[in-house]
Antibody, heavy 123, light 108 residues
Framework: EEQLVESGGGLVQPGGSLRLSCAAS????????MHWVRQSTGKGLEWVST???????YYPGSVVGRFTISREIATNSLYLQLNDLRAGDTAVYYC?????????????????WGQGTTVTVSS | ESVLTQSPGTLSLSPGERATLSCRAS???????LAWYQQKPGQAPRLLIY???SRATGIPDRFSGSGSETDFTLTITRLEPEDFAVYYC?????????FGGGTKVEIK
């Protein structure tokens, strides 16, 4: 069964750090781009970061310089290092796999998602 | 940045009715890079449509997508009870990847 399982969320003070993990199983992890997407309570979806199959990474302006995405092919694991956290980073964080993007000329969408892990930034 | 605006914000319909959801982009988006997702409370999003009109694996044919450039549509021909949810469009034809604000389809 293809599956993504996030972990590592929790309560952290403003300015603090957290490392999220996403364990992939049941598919060839190295063949997919991987994304982190977050959702604040009652709000919409917000893209947080992407790592390509070659390890190239991308971020929106809201998190660049604070968040770092990485992947470990040997253990089928995806990570998101969150630094200098702010109240506005409070959300459920989902990992998702996808194939393609504007870089490859075709996009097949995020077809597998984890259940999410909750990050709460509060003093 | 390509901003996606979804309308209406809420759609109140009865089971069996047709739902038409709109997604308008602030910049031209190639249809190859437009996707639609469904999200139910407490669940992760589920991919419905990619490439503006291709159904993802296992998605029933009552769901269809259409459109091009700046105007895209998700149509649900006959609403089933399990279709009442929030729907998001998303583009990845340029960076940053963006989502629309969502349309909630609720039971009338």
């Amino acid at each position: 069964e293809e599956q993504l399982v996030e972990s590592g969320g929790g309560l952290v003070q403003p300015g603090g750090s957290l490392r999220l993990s996403c364990a992939a199983s049941g598919f060839s992890f190295s063949n997919y781009d991987m994304h982190w997407v977050r959702q604040s309570t009652g709000k919409g979806l917000e893209w947080v970061s992407t790592i390509g199959t070659l390890g190239d990474s991308y971020y929106p302006g809201s998190v660049v310089g604070r968040f770092t995405i990485s992947r470990e092919i040997a253990t089928n694991s995806l990570y998101l290092q969150l630094n200098d956290l702010r109240a506005g980073d409070t959300a459920v964080y989902y990992c998702a796999r996808a194939r393609g993007s504007y870089r490859s000329g075709v996009y097949y969408g995020m077809d597998l998602w984890g259940q999410g892990t909750t990050v709460t930034v509060s003093s | 940045e390509s901003v996606l605006t979804q309308s209406p914000g809420t759609l109140s319909l009865s089971p069996g009715e047709r739902a038409t959801l709109s997604c308008r982009a602030s910049q031209r988006v190639s249809s190859r890079f437009l996707a639609w997702y469904q999200q139910k409370p407490g669940q992760a999003p589920r991919l419905l449509i990619y490439g503006a009109s291709s159904r993802a694996t296992g998605i029933p044919d009552r769901f269809s997508g259409s459109g091009s450039e700046t105007d895209f549509t998700l149509t649900i021909t006959r609403l089933e009870p399990e279709d009442f949810a929030v729907y998001y469009c998303q583009q990845y034809g340029s960076s940053p990847l963006t989502f629309g604000g969502g349309t909630k389809v609720e039971i009338k």
